[in-house]
């Protein structure tokens, strides 16, 4: 410590605690001040909406189609719709890679708890997904 | 310039770590996956339904929840959610700065040594890297991490005060309650205090981490029987020690070699404090053997499940050791004349 303030007052204890603190301040707006505060907006907008994909890109690609946030908006309805022991079927093309099913799989649970999702692989053209009790999501084309 | 001044200045930091902390996490609004698939998940099904069972219909196969994980921190959420209301999607950012808050002032009052050192302590848990991840700021190491230096702070107290030893007991339940790394710190911990003679403080923290944690945790797993799991005794394979020794040194060790070593001299420089709390970094020692003895039977591919967890473990273990590293900065800048006479060292 004595060492410590030795180099502190060499330094001059003040100019260096007014760097330190203006370094600290730069760092601080370079990471985040300058960065909407997301999850603020979320909570405005329906937070569940925003678990499903990233929040600054629209759509989802994934197993060659894209999703857009219509899949979130579904499942948020669905939770008025469902009752609490209701079991949700999640139908999803059968191309999808098993983390990209995994990644659907747990949101929907999220989305939906305390309900059990089970996942059921459909040939469903063009990767449409579908819960039980709702109306088929939209999603788009496949991408080439 | 006084120790004061210079604790001062580290309380200044301090602050400044956990204000950093709530921009990065109130900044993002994407979540983790540990909290979308487990944390959160089981907050969410317990607050909607009002009971602890429901963690396990959420998933019954247990894919991705990990119905084997305790229950404390879901509970924590859902209550906090329960009372948030419209905020309820808030409660996981806004308790993360929180969680440091608390973790750098359990810091400050664990370490044994002047002011300015304990400032040192509260700074550097504050300015951890770990509270610089939006998406980890629902996972339950924050939690975890709060128990344990709380745990810590009670080592030395242990001898002269029966409730010291009563919060060290509940302390270390709650640790094993959050987490099963808080199973294995605590296992750790009373290892220790039993070894070391400590009969009592052992006894008193076996019982209540046994009674509260484990045992009603595990009748209720036992109703709930879940097929999942990440390990299994038969899938023993020495390989793995190489391959997590290996992912360990080459993203943890090596990307932070200077602070180990700067670590490593501090203690090497601080005979006394090494001494008065071999305690503790034995057991910090047992703790992360323990977990690298774990990937020796894991399931998932070991390089992946080393990388995806160490990060974690590895924040658990060293800001229980902070507090340690700060006392001994503060035994090897006093000369050893004047810490004679004081009578540390």
Redesign the interface.
């Known amino acids: 410590?004595?060492?410590?303030?030795a180099l502190?007052?060499r330094v001059g204890?003040r100019r260096g605690?007014s760097a330190?603190?203006a370094s600290?301040a730069l760092?601080?707006l370079s990471?985040?001040?300058l960065?909407?505060?997301?999850?603020?907006?979320?909570?405005a907008s329906g937070?569940?909406t925003?678990?499903f994909l990233?929040?600054r890109e629209r759509f989802l690609h994934c197993g060659g189609f894209r999703f857009d946030r219509g899949f979130g908006l579904a499942l948020l309805r669905l939770d008025a719709e469902l009752p609490?022991d209701a079991e949700a079927t999640l139908e999803l093309a059968p191309n999808l890679k098993s983390d990209i099913v995994?990644?659907y799989?747990?949101?929907a649970?999220?989305a939906l708890?305390?309900?059990?999702?089970h996942v059921v692989h459909a040939d469903l053209a063009g990767g449409r997904y579908r819960l039980a009790g709702g109306a088929p999501g939209r999603s788009e084309k496949p991408v080439p | 310039v006084t120790q004061r001044t210079i604790a001062c200045a580290l309380g200044v930091l301090a602050l400044a770590g956990v204000a950093s902390c709530a921009l990065v996490a109130l900044g993002r609004s994407d979540w983790g996956n540990d909290y979308v698939g487990i944390w959160g998940l089981k907050a969410q099904a317990i607050e909607r339904s009002g009971r602890l069972d429901a963690v396990f219909a959420v998933d019954r196969p247990g894919d991705f929840s990990h119905p084997e994980y305790p229950l404390l921190w879901p509970v924590v959420l859902a209550v906090l959610r329960g009372l948030a209301g419209d905020g309820r999607d808030l409660v996981a950012p806004l308790l993360f700065p929180i969680l440091c808050g608390i973790a750098s002032l359990l810091a400050f009052r664990a370490t044994r040594a002047g002011l300015a050192a304990r400032a040192l302590a509260a700074a550097t848990v504050a300015l951890l890297p770990f509270y610089r991840v939006a998406h980890l700021s629902g996972y339950a190491e924050g939690l975890l991490v709060v128990w344990l230096l709380a745990a810590v702070g009670e080592i030395d107290a242990l001898e002269r005060s029966a409730w010291s030893r009563v919060r060290l007991a509940a302390f270390l339940s709650a640790a094993a309650a959050t987490k099963q790394e808080g199973l294995l710190a605590a296992a750790a911990a009373i290892g220790v205090l039993l070894v070391a003679g400590r009969l009592r403080a052992g006894v008193t923290a076996a019982a209540g981490v046994g009674l509260l944690s484990v045992a009603p945790w595990q009748v209720l797993r036992a109703l709930h029987p879940s097929p999942h799991r990440d390990f299994a005794l038969g899938a023993l394979d020495p390989g793995n020690l190489a391959v997590a020794l290996g992912v360990v040194f080459t993203e943890g060790v090596l990307p932070n070699a200077a602070l180990f070593l700067c670590a490593a001299g501090v203690l090497a420089a601080a005979p006394a404090v090494v001494r008065r709390r071999a305690g503790v970094l034995l057991a910090v020692g047992l703790f992360v053997a323990a977990i690298l003895a774990g990937f020796l039977f894991t399931l998932h591919p070991p390089r992946y499940h080393v990388a995806y967890s160490f990060a974690r473990w590895g924040f658990v273990a060293t800001a229980c050791l902070v507090p340690l590293v700060a006392e001994a900065v503060d035994e090897a800048s006093r000369s050893r004349p004047a810490a004679a006479r004081t009578g540390v060292g």
């Open positions: 410590v004595r060492g410590v303030g502190a007052a204890v605690l330190a603190l600290l760092w601080i990471l985040d001040a960065r909407p505060f997301g999850q603020l907006r979320a909570l937070a569940e925003l678990l990233p929040p609490a995994n990644f799989r747990f949101r649970a999220y708890a305390p309900r059990n999702v």
